[in-house]
């Protein structure tokens, strides 16, 4: 058989917790890239000797962090490759 509660009943409204605002992100919180334009290739992987590490081309395109000094120096030294002014 079912239990019956009484229950405390207020005539005042009941009001939620308030929402908070969402969070934006600025230009300056997102790093800019450096773009390099690949002149041979739209796509391709390279591999960078000195670290074996990889940098992807897509569309024609190869970005970098400016923080990232091994594969920077490597895409301006690669004879297929031209950096983007923006």
């Known amino acids: 058989m079912a239990k019956i509660v009484d229950a405390l009943v207020?005539?005042?409204p009941a009001f939620a917790s308030p929402m908070r605002e969402p969070l934006l992100l600025t230009a300056s919180a997102t790093p800019e890239l450096l773009k390099f334009c690949d002149q041979v290739y739209t796509s391709r992987t390279l591999i960078i000797?000195?670290?074996?590490?990889?940098?992807?081309?897509?569309?024609?395109l190869a970005e970098v962090l400016p923080?990232?000094?091994?594969?920077?120096?490597f895409l301006?030294?690669?004879a297929e490759f031209k950096p983007l002014k923006e």
């Open 49 to 60: 000797p000195a670290s074996d590490r990889t940098l992807s081309v897509a569309k024609g």
């Open 10 to 12: 207020s005539d005042e």
């Open 76 to 78: 301006k030294a690669h």
């Open 67 to 73: 923080t990232d000094t091994e594969a920077v120096a």
